[in-house]
Structure formats: C-alpha cells, structure tokens
C-alpha cells in the first residue's frame, strides 16, 4: 500500500461528507431553526464520521506516518507537532458537535414533544440552530486548513524524505491498523 495515497483517499472521502456538512451550514443560516428536521440527521452522520473515520485517519498519522517522518527531521517544532495538536482540536469540535446533538435530540425533543407551548418556546429559541451553525463552521475551517498543511506541505515532504523501504513500513503499520480494528 502507497500509505500517502492511502491517506490522500481518505481526506478526499472525508472532504465528500464534510460536502453535506457546507450544505447544512447553509440552509442552518438561511432557515434557522426551521431547518434542523432536515440538517440534524445530517449533523448526526458527521458527527459520528468524526468519531470512527476521521478518529482512525488522524491515528493512522499519529502513530504511523508522523514517526517516520519524525525519525529523520526529529521531533522538535517539526510540522507533525501541529499536527498531532490539531487533530486534538479537531475531535473536541466533533466531541462538542455530538454533545450539542445528544442535548437537541434527548433532551429538546421529548420536551416538543411534551406540549405546544414547549414547541412554541423552542422555535421562539433560535439559539440550537445558530449554536449548531456556527460549531460546524469552525469544524469544516479547521478540516480545510488542517487537510490542506497536509496535503500541501506535510505529505510532499514525507515522500521526498522517506525511501521506498520506510514507506512501505508505514504502509504495513496502517494495514496493521486496520486489521487490527
Ligand atoms: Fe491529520
Ligand atoms: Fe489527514
């Protein structure tokens, strides 16, 4: 397996969820509140994308490439000690996404559906959908920016860096990876 390849297939896997996502943001600003029937499931899918896919992907360069490359620039202010801090920045937002979720579901739901007045005072609210709006926006920049220093920087220079035999280390380890999920 071309580990980078491997990795550049799945922040383009990624990027086509993270596509809804934008669309979600956008009815969100446009509808408000109106719009979580049809933006929450979408939210709830990301968001558990985030927590399986997304969480394995930043392990599989946590733990395999970045040590590679780490091994030969070192350690110190290297661009994976970014990294590594981002992809922490990163699942705070998903973490933060679903607990927004669990509330809106568990909690805002039964009460709708405990009265009319109840709806009444949650549709008066636009506080969810602005809340929901504004965490997913800081998720699809920092994915973006986050994607892109790879992408841009990080990848090329783990494949100028590494020879063939520590790619291909790289790679088993990912294997390893998944088979081991
Ligand atoms: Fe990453
Ligand atoms: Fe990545």
Redesign the pocket.
């Known amino acids: 397996m071309d580990p980078i390849q491997h990795?550049l297939d799945e922040h383009r896997d990624i990027m086509a969820q993270i596509a809804d996502l934008r669309r979600a943001v956008v009815d969100l600003t446009e509808r408000g509140q109106a719009a979580l029937p049809a933006v929450l499931p979408v939210l709830a899918r990301v968001g558990r994308m985030m927590e399986t896919q997304l969480m394995l992907?930043?392990q599989k360069?946590?733990d395999a490439l970045f040590p590679a490359v780490e091994a030969v620039i070192g350690e110190d202010n290297g661009p994976t000690v970014a990294?590594?801090f981002?992809?922490q920045e990163?699942h705070s937002h998903g973490a933060l996404l679903r607990q927004t979720l669990y509330e809106l579901n568990e909690v805002e739901h039964p009460k709708i559906e405990a009265g009319r007045e109840r709806l009444k005072a949650l549709a008066a609210n636009g506080g969810s959908a602005a809340s929901l709006s504004a965490n997913a926006e800081e998720i699809i920049e920092l994915l973006d920016s986050?994607?892109g220093k790879?992408e841009q920087i990080?990848f090329p220079m783990a494949q100028s860096l590494l020879d063939d035999e520590t790619l291909r280390q790289v790679g088993r380890a990912i294997e390893q990876m998944l088979n081991g999920q």
């Open positions: 990795l992907h930043a360069e946590d990294m590594r981002e992809h990163i986050h994607f790879e990080l």
